[in-house]
């Protein structure tokens, strides 16, 4: 599975920003896509993924009511629509895919990664 994600950038706080996620090749094995964050000295941290099986959805607290997450219905695109962006938003974000369908939430059961896109939100 190949991931590729796309639109990051620079974004006053209060302000949206929507990432996207493109998947190809293998994406059948796919039972969960994530998003994750990673800032300098700090471990990556799923904000959000969604869960093939049964369409839910899984949001960290500290994006909860702000970020939103969809599919297209089909395993090849996932998006993060992130609103009331804040400073300690400010992250590198990865999507990446697991065939994990209940140990989705750490991320070294996620076996494919996409390549991180910046994400920088000031006060």
């Known amino acids: 599975v190949q991931l590729q994600a796309s639109g990051g950038g620079l974004v006053q706080a209060g302000g949206s920003l929507r990432l996207s996620c493109a998947a190809s090749g293998r994406t059948y094995s796919t039972n969960v896509m994530g998003w994750f964050r990673q800032t300098p000295g700090k471990e990556r941290e799923l904000i959000a993924a969604?869960?093939?099986?049964?369409?839910?959805?899984y949001y960290a607290d500290s994006v909860k009511g702000r970020f939103t997450i969809s599919g297209d219905g089909t395993k090849n695109m996932v998006d993060l629509q992130m609103n009331s962006l804040k400073p300690e938003d400010t992250a590198v974000y990865y999507c990446?895919?697991?065939?994990?369908?209940?140990?989705?939430?750490?991320?070294?059961?996620?076996?494919?990664w996409g390549q991180g896109t910046l994400v920088t939100v000031s006060s």
């Open positions: 969604i869960r093939y099986r049964d369409n839910s959805s």
């Open positions: 990446a895919a697991t065939s994990q369908i209940l140990h989705f939430t750490s991320s070294r059961f996620y076996k494919y």
